[in-house]
């Protein structure tokens, strides 16, 4: 019989120390614990085996500040699960009820589409699991027991991007989805992104988004506009947070506002050229196919219902894409396409592994691949499916005209992308969105054929900028040159303002935060290198091949976990 101890903050999993930001080692073995304890769940089934790592309770009690919280629900009210076991063979979980402190009783559900941030002095742990169960058998008043089958949902708070980043409901979704279920569990404890964004509501902090995803590399920095929907000044004052919350160094050349006053009845987003682009007649697909599926309702509004690029591609089964049909009966020969979308946490995961097959070469890789053009760089990035490329159809066939860059998992973000469509005389307009398989999430799609409309663009520049320590960085951000801003730990953090402008009679105004750079990630990788593996990686489709082939790894554990549950019923 197994058992997993846990202790006041979730301290142990399968007897390790459930470590994130003081003990990276544990990271590897705590998502194995989680892959097998929570994919049963996923797909129904009430059985697993974990391993067992030894720990020592003084490494538990010396990390537990930075350890998981558990929270039991039931009938609309909350307690606090201490001394939690999990006994495989009866597939049952037992706990103590404590109280719910009140510094935890800030947390809510997530609220769609907006960011769920709090104040530091609301909680300690850095993240905490919320068990919603139908019902449990209360023993010696507080200690519960609870059947796995009891279990309707799990959330997984995490305080430091200030939301509910998973949140599964069990029982209802198929394996490839219960597959991905655990890998948002998985990347919550190994994420690795881009830095983070807050801005201030006049209470507090809030997440709102990643910038210059995939800048990687010196030669990959790029600028970034980040649309900041619903950012309005407090006081007369814009204030953000720019931070390190991940294993990378971070450097940031520029970080001003750009504030776009224009028409009530037109919405604006920035392209990534820079330029200001006006939509006031936006049209989604009449049709939006993948091997022969209709999605075109899928893709009609932003509600987070998403096309995952799921189904692969008949030309090639490591892609995916979506052929998008809208009307163009005036034959434009300029269009504006958005879309509401973000990368998936599974291309997070998958390049992860990635990075891991290059074990104790990786920093030589690293150092080689800073040596590499741009360009070079671009190429194999899209080659390998990773950023949404789009293509459209002519008479000479499909023709790819540019591509959406990456933009982190963790919030959906509104771009637009210009298009040249004069090579297509049609009365119907024929787009292909293509990437690697459940590399991206994309909820929302439409084009618009509109002429610009007159805007007033104003840019404004830090007033204040300061890092954790009270120290004067200003300077560092105000142009596009040689001076960083360089965040190089976790916990780093700069604070700015900006002073609003006065705000113009009739006219709508939108804000973007424009900033540029690059971010290198922190590995000390101690496997041997999988050389045959790392030479699959310069062929076109390489990385995504790979990327399937882990999913197919996924899919086979969830098929054997989904049989061994059947036998045993």
């Avoid at 769920?116 to 909680?123: A, D, L, T, V």
């Avoid at 209802?172 to 998985?186: F, M």
């Avoid at 920035?270 to 682009?277: A, C, I, L, R």
């Avoid at 074990?359 to 691949?369: C, D, I, L, P, R």
Wanted: net charge neutral.
């Amino acid at each position: 019989m197994l058992v997993i101890y846990l202790n006041k903050y979730m301290n142990s999993f399968t007897n390790i120390a459930f470590i994130y930001k003081s003990v990276k080692k544990y990271q590897k073995h705590i998502a194995i614990a989680l892959i097998f304890a929570f994919l049963n769940l996923v797909i129904g089934c009430n059985y697993y085996r974990v391993n067992r790592v030894a720990t020592t309770p003084q490494t538990i009690h010396e990390n537990s500040s930075d350890l998981k919280y558990v929270v039991l629900h039931l009938n609309h009210k909350a307690w606090h699960l201490t001394n939690v076991s999990i006994v495989d063979s009866s597939m049952l979980m037992y706990g103590v009820l404590e109280e719910l402190p009140e510094n935890h009783q800030y947390y809510r559900e997530a609220q769609e589409g907006k960011p769920n941030r709090y104040k530091p002095s609301q909680g300690e742990a850095s993240y905490e699991a919320h068990f919603f169960v139908s019902q449990v058998e209360i023993t010696q008043n507080v200690l519960v027991k609870i059947s796995f089958k009891d279990i309707n949902r799990i959330d997984v708070y995490d305080k430091d991007i200030g939301a509910t980043t998973a949140s599964y409901v069990f029982g209802t979704v198929g394996v490839v989805a219960g597959v991905l279920a655990v890998i948002a569990i998985v990347v919550v404890l190994t994420k690795s992104s881009c830095p983070f964004i807050y801005t201030h509501n006049g209470t507090n902090f809030q997440f709102y988004g990643e910038l210059y995803g995939g800048a990687i590399y010196p030669s990959l920095e790029r600028h970034d506009y980040l649309y900041l929907n619903g950012v309005s000044p407090q006081g007369g004052i814009y204030t953000f947070q720019i931070t390190n919350e991940l294993l990378e160094k971070q450097y940031t050349n520029l970080a001003e506002l750009i504030v776009v006053d224009h028409p009530q009845n037109t919405q604006v987003l920035m392209d990534k050229y820079g330029s200001v682009q006006t939509i006031s007649q936006a049209q989604v697909p009449f049709s939006a196919k993948a091997n022969g599926k209709e999605y075109a309702s899928v893709l009609s509004q932003i509600d987070s219902n998403n096309f995952l690029f799921s189904e692969p591609s008949k030309e090639n089964k490591d892609m995916s894409h979506v052929d998008l049909s809208f009307k163009n009966p005036m034959h434009a020969k300029q269009a504006k396409l958005l879309i509401h979308a973000k990368n998936s946490l599974w291309l997070d995961y998958a390049y992860g592994e990635f990075n891991k097959q290059f074990g104790t070469y990786y920093s030589t890789f690293v150092e080689k691949q800073k040596k590499v053009s741009k360009a070079k760089n671009i190429q194999w990035a899209l080659e390998q499916g990773i950023p949404l490329q789009v293509q459209i159809q002519t008479k000479k066939g499909m023709i790819t005209k540019d591509y959406f860059e990456v933009m982190g998992p963790l919030a959906a973000r509104d771009v637009v992308l210009p298009l040249d469509i004069a090579a297509c005389t049609d009365d119907i307009l024929s787009i292909r969105l293509f990437c690697g398989t459940l590399f991206w999430e994309l909820d929302y799609v439409a084009i618009d054929f509109s002429e610009p409309s007159a805007v007033e663009v104003s840019y404004l520049k830090p007033t204040t900028a300061k890092d954790e320590t009270g120290q004067d960085i200003r300077a560092q951000l105000l142009e596009n040159d040689a001076n960083y801003l360089v965040q190089p730990k976790v916990g780093n953090k700069a604070t700015l303002s900006y002073t609003a402008l006065a705000t113009k009679p009739g006219l709508t105004r939108s804000v973007f935060m424009h900033s540029k750079g690059y971010y290198e990630y922190i590995r000390n990788f101690t496997n041997e290198p999988n050389y045959t593996q790392l030479i699959s990686f310069k062929q076109k489709g390489g990385f995504a091949k790979f990327s399937n082939q882990r999913l197919a790894e996924w899919q086979h554990k969830a098929n054997l976990f989904s049989l061994a549950l059947s036998q045993n019923q």
